[in-house]
Protein backbone atom coordinates (compact mmCIF):
# COMPACT_ATOMS: atom_id res chain seq x y z
CA UNK A 1 0.00 0.00 0.00
CA UNK A 2 2.55 2.54 1.46
CA UNK A 3 5.12 1.53 -1.27
CA UNK A 4 2.66 1.30 -4.45
CA UNK A 5 2.64 3.59 -7.21
CA UNK A 6 -0.46 5.25 -6.24
CA UNK A 7 0.99 5.68 -3.01
CA UNK A 8 3.36 8.38 -4.67
CA UNK A 9 3.45 11.64 -6.62
CA UNK A 10 3.10 10.30 -9.32
CA UNK A 11 0.63 9.24 -12.52
CA UNK A 12 -1.29 6.06 -13.59
CA UNK A 13 -2.54 5.16 -17.01
CA UNK A 14 -5.78 3.21 -17.11
CA UNK A 15 -5.96 2.24 -13.00
CA UNK A 16 -3.19 -0.24 -13.54
CA UNK A 17 0.42 0.44 -11.31
CA UNK A 18 3.34 0.20 -13.05
CA UNK A 19 5.65 -2.03 -11.22
CA UNK A 20 4.27 -4.46 -7.85
CA UNK A 21 5.67 -5.20 -4.76
CA UNK A 22 6.35 -8.63 -3.96
CA UNK A 23 7.10 -7.81 -0.27
CA UNK A 24 8.00 -5.29 2.10
CA UNK A 25 11.70 -4.85 0.45
CA UNK A 26 11.15 -6.40 -2.80
CA UNK A 27 9.53 -5.19 -6.14
CA UNK A 28 9.02 -6.35 -9.96
CA UNK A 29 7.93 -5.69 -12.69
CA UNK A 30 10.38 -2.36 -12.56
CA UNK A 31 10.69 -0.53 -16.29
CA UNK A 32 13.67 1.92 -17.42
CA UNK A 33 13.78 5.36 -16.41
CA UNK A 34 14.28 7.64 -19.53
CA UNK A 35 15.24 11.42 -20.26
CA UNK A 36 16.62 12.37 -17.07
CA UNK A 37 17.36 15.52 -17.47
CA UNK A 38 18.27 18.14 -14.30
CA UNK A 39 19.54 21.49 -14.71
CA UNK A 40 19.68 24.65 -11.65
CA UNK A 41 20.89 27.83 -12.37
CA UNK A 42 20.00 31.23 -10.61
CA UNK A 43 16.74 32.09 -11.01
CA UNK A 44 14.99 28.96 -12.40
CA UNK A 45 15.36 25.14 -12.23
CA UNK A 46 14.45 22.09 -14.89
CA UNK A 47 13.86 18.34 -13.88
CA UNK A 48 12.43 15.76 -16.55
CA UNK A 49 12.22 12.33 -16.34
CA UNK A 50 10.08 9.24 -18.00
CA UNK A 51 9.68 5.80 -17.72
CA UNK A 52 8.98 2.60 -20.52
CA UNK A 53 6.23 0.48 -18.07
CA UNK A 54 3.43 1.44 -20.40
CA UNK A 55 5.15 0.57 -23.55
CA UNK A 56 3.38 -3.14 -23.86
CA UNK A 57 0.95 -3.75 -26.80
CA UNK A 58 -1.50 -4.70 -23.98
CA UNK A 59 -0.74 -1.20 -22.37
CA UNK A 60 -1.72 0.29 -25.85
CA UNK A 61 1.97 2.08 -25.84
CA UNK A 62 1.94 4.73 -23.95
CA UNK A 63 4.80 6.51 -23.05
CA UNK A 64 4.69 9.09 -19.78
CA UNK A 65 7.14 11.80 -19.04
CA UNK A 66 6.92 14.27 -16.42
CA UNK A 67 8.76 17.82 -16.62
CA UNK A 68 9.22 20.12 -13.46
CA UNK A 69 9.98 24.32 -13.90
CA UNK A 70 10.57 25.62 -10.29
CA UNK A 71 10.21 29.64 -10.44
CA UNK A 72 12.12 30.11 -7.55
CA UNK A 73 11.29 29.77 -5.36
CA UNK A 74 7.41 30.55 -5.16
CA UNK A 75 6.17 28.67 -8.52
CA UNK A 76 6.57 24.95 -9.04
CA UNK A 77 5.36 23.83 -12.38
CA UNK A 78 4.54 20.39 -12.82
CA UNK A 79 3.87 19.28 -16.89
CA UNK A 80 2.68 15.58 -17.31
CA UNK A 81 3.29 13.89 -20.96
CA UNK A 82 1.38 11.00 -22.15
CA UNK A 83 2.86 10.13 -25.66
CA UNK A 84 0.41 7.25 -27.85
CA UNK A 85 -1.57 7.17 -30.54
CA UNK A 86 -4.44 5.10 -28.56
CA UNK A 87 -7.57 6.36 -26.26
CA UNK A 88 -6.78 6.05 -22.23
CA UNK A 89 -7.56 6.89 -18.71
CA UNK A 90 -5.04 9.13 -16.22
CA UNK A 91 -4.93 9.24 -12.78
CA UNK A 92 -2.44 11.91 -10.63
CA UNK A 93 -1.81 11.82 -6.92
CA UNK A 94 -0.72 14.40 -5.17
CA UNK A 95 -0.07 13.79 -1.20
CA UNK A 96 0.30 16.24 1.13
CA UNK A 97 1.50 16.55 4.80
CA UNK A 98 -1.06 15.86 7.21
CA UNK A 99 0.18 18.59 9.29
CA UNK A 100 -2.21 21.27 7.63
CA UNK A 101 -5.64 21.04 5.95
CA UNK A 102 -6.61 21.17 2.17
CA UNK A 103 -9.91 22.35 0.88
CA UNK A 104 -10.90 22.93 -3.03
CA UNK A 105 -12.64 21.14 -5.60
CA UNK A 106 -12.46 20.83 -9.56
CA UNK A 107 -9.23 22.42 -10.98
CA UNK A 108 -8.25 24.39 -7.89
CA UNK A 109 -7.08 23.48 -4.21
CA UNK A 110 -5.25 25.27 -0.96
CA UNK A 111 -3.24 23.33 1.07
CA UNK A 112 -2.57 25.55 4.47
CA UNK A 113 -0.46 24.37 7.46
CA UNK A 114 0.81 26.50 10.15
CA UNK A 115 3.80 27.76 8.39
CA UNK A 116 3.12 27.00 5.28
CA UNK A 117 0.28 28.20 2.07
CA UNK A 118 0.36 26.55 -0.98
CA UNK A 119 -1.91 27.20 -4.25
CA UNK A 120 -2.75 24.04 -6.62
CA UNK A 121 -4.26 24.73 -9.90
CA UNK A 122 -4.85 22.01 -12.62
CA UNK A 123 -5.05 22.19 -16.56
CA UNK A 124 -6.20 19.25 -18.11
CA UNK A 125 -8.80 18.53 -21.13
CA UNK A 126 -12.14 17.23 -19.20
CA UNK A 127 -10.21 16.81 -15.70
CA UNK A 128 -12.10 15.97 -12.97
CA UNK A 129 -10.78 15.74 -9.42
CA UNK A 130 -11.47 14.53 -5.78
CA UNK A 131 -9.77 14.76 -2.09
CA UNK A 132 -8.80 10.91 -1.19
CA UNK A 133 -8.43 9.63 2.38
CA UNK A 134 -5.25 7.75 2.35
CA UNK A 135 -1.91 7.22 5.09
CA UNK A 136 1.38 8.79 5.01
CA UNK A 137 4.41 6.61 6.81
CA UNK A 138 6.97 8.49 8.75
CA UNK A 139 8.08 5.31 10.64
CA UNK A 140 8.35 1.82 9.72
CA UNK A 141 5.14 -0.14 10.41
CA UNK A 142 3.27 3.07 11.59
CA UNK A 143 0.35 4.62 9.61
CA UNK A 144 -0.91 7.74 10.03
CA UNK A 145 -4.30 9.37 8.14
CA UNK A 146 -3.60 11.62 5.14
CA UNK A 147 -5.20 13.14 2.50
CA UNK A 148 -4.44 13.33 -1.31
CA UNK A 149 -5.56 14.94 -4.09
CA UNK A 150 -6.07 12.41 -7.61
CA UNK A 151 -7.36 13.48 -10.77
CA UNK A 152 -8.99 11.73 -13.50
CA UNK A 153 -8.62 12.77 -17.21
CA UNK A 154 -8.94 10.95 -20.58
CA UNK A 155 -7.46 11.62 -24.11
CA UNK A 156 -7.82 10.12 -27.33
CA UNK A 157 -3.89 10.51 -28.63
CA UNK A 158 -1.44 12.48 -26.45
CA UNK A 159 -2.22 14.00 -23.47
CA UNK A 160 -1.22 16.84 -21.25
CA UNK A 161 -1.73 18.15 -17.76
CA UNK A 162 -0.10 21.16 -16.22
CA UNK A 163 0.15 21.52 -12.30
CA UNK A 164 0.96 25.30 -10.87
CA UNK A 165 1.67 25.11 -7.30
CA UNK A 166 2.31 28.20 -5.78
CA UNK A 167 3.95 28.37 -2.15
CA UNK A 168 4.04 31.06 0.21
CA UNK A 169 4.12 32.01 4.05
CA UNK A 170 0.89 30.86 5.96
CA UNK A 171 -0.32 34.40 6.65
CA UNK A 172 0.25 35.57 2.84
CA UNK A 173 -3.14 35.32 0.93
CA UNK A 174 -1.81 35.82 -2.75
CA UNK A 175 -4.27 34.32 -5.63
CA UNK A 176 -2.90 32.31 -7.91
CA UNK A 177 -3.58 32.96 -11.04
CA UNK A 178 -2.87 30.58 -14.00
CA UNK A 179 -4.39 31.18 -18.20
CA UNK A 180 -3.55 29.06 -20.48
CA UNK A 181 -2.59 31.10 -24.27
CA UNK A 182 -2.28 30.47 -27.59
CA UNK A 183 1.22 29.79 -29.01
CA UNK A 184 1.78 31.07 -32.92
CA UNK A 185 4.33 30.44 -35.48
CA UNK A 186 6.07 33.68 -36.17
CA UNK A 187 6.58 33.91 -40.03
CA UNK A 188 4.55 30.40 -40.95
CA UNK A 189 0.95 32.44 -39.77
CA UNK A 190 -0.62 29.54 -37.94
CA UNK A 191 -1.53 28.94 -34.71
CA UNK A 192 0.69 25.65 -32.91
CA UNK A 193 -1.58 22.67 -31.99
CA UNK A 194 -1.89 21.60 -28.18
CA UNK A 195 0.39 18.57 -28.70
CA UNK A 196 3.21 20.55 -30.38
CA UNK A 197 3.17 23.34 -27.77
CA UNK A 198 1.75 25.31 -25.32
CA UNK A 199 1.79 28.19 -23.01
CA UNK A 200 0.59 29.39 -19.84
CA UNK A 201 0.13 33.19 -18.16
CA UNK A 202 1.14 32.57 -14.25
CA UNK A 203 0.79 36.02 -12.12
CA UNK A 204 1.17 35.25 -8.49
CA UNK A 205 0.56 38.11 -6.25
CA UNK A 206 3.50 40.47 -7.46
CA UNK A 207 4.73 37.64 -10.20
CA UNK A 208 4.03 37.47 -13.47
CA UNK A 209 5.50 35.16 -16.01
CA UNK A 210 4.84 33.47 -19.49
CA UNK A 211 5.90 29.88 -19.68
CA UNK A 212 5.97 27.97 -23.12
CA UNK A 213 6.37 23.99 -23.16
CA UNK A 214 6.86 22.29 -26.66
CA UNK A 215 6.13 18.75 -26.87
CA UNK A 216 7.51 18.31 -30.06
CA UNK A 217 9.53 19.78 -32.41
CA UNK A 218 7.47 22.25 -33.85
CA UNK A 219 9.67 24.18 -36.54
CA UNK A 220 12.06 24.76 -38.26
CA UNK A 221 15.40 26.71 -36.92
CA UNK A 222 14.21 29.38 -39.34
CA UNK A 223 10.79 30.09 -37.25
CA UNK A 224 9.89 30.88 -33.41
CA UNK A 225 6.90 31.12 -31.11
CA UNK A 226 5.06 34.20 -30.15
CA UNK A 227 2.92 33.71 -26.96
CA UNK A 228 1.12 36.75 -25.82
CA UNK A 229 3.67 38.95 -27.40
CA UNK A 230 6.69 36.93 -26.21
CA UNK A 231 8.99 35.62 -29.28
CA UNK A 232 11.69 32.73 -28.20
CA UNK A 233 12.73 29.18 -29.35
CA UNK A 234 12.98 26.27 -27.45
CA UNK A 235 11.62 23.71 -25.94
CA UNK A 236 10.96 24.92 -22.63
CA UNK A 237 11.24 28.78 -21.89
CA UNK A 238 10.39 31.33 -19.17
CA UNK A 239 9.21 34.76 -19.74
CA UNK A 240 9.46 37.30 -16.51
CA UNK A 241 6.89 39.97 -17.45
CA UNK A 242 7.40 41.92 -14.56
CA UNK A 243 11.07 42.67 -15.77
CA UNK A 244 9.47 43.31 -19.13
CA UNK A 245 10.60 39.81 -21.30
CA UNK A 246 9.78 39.94 -24.44
CA UNK A 247 12.39 38.40 -26.55
CA UNK A 248 14.33 35.28 -26.47
CA UNK A 249 13.69 34.85 -22.23
CA UNK A 250 15.82 32.11 -20.15
CA UNK A 251 15.86 28.66 -22.26
CA UNK A 252 15.65 25.73 -19.70
CA UNK A 253 16.20 23.31 -22.57
CA UNK A 254 16.37 23.29 -26.07
Known amino acids: MIKSPKAHNTILVDHQEYYNCKDSWECYDLTRPVNQKFWSEGRYAYAEGG ?3 YQSVKNGGV ?6 IWLKPDIVIVVDE ?11 FFHLNNRGTVSGSGDRYVYQSERTRAEIQMIAHGLSSKITATYISRQYNKLEDN ?12 TSAFTVIALSDASIQNRLSVEK ?4 SSFKDITFKDNQIEALNI ?4 LFYTVVVAHEEYSSPTDTFVADGCVGFGSAVVFDRIKKEKNIGTVLLW
Not at 63 to 68: A, G, M, S, T
Not at 203 to 206: I, K, Q, V
Open 51 to 53: HLA
Open 63 to 68: LVNRRI
Open 82 to 92: MYTGKPHTYNQ
Open 147 to 158: KTIVTAFTGESF
Open 181 to 184: IKVE
Open 203 to 206: RFGE
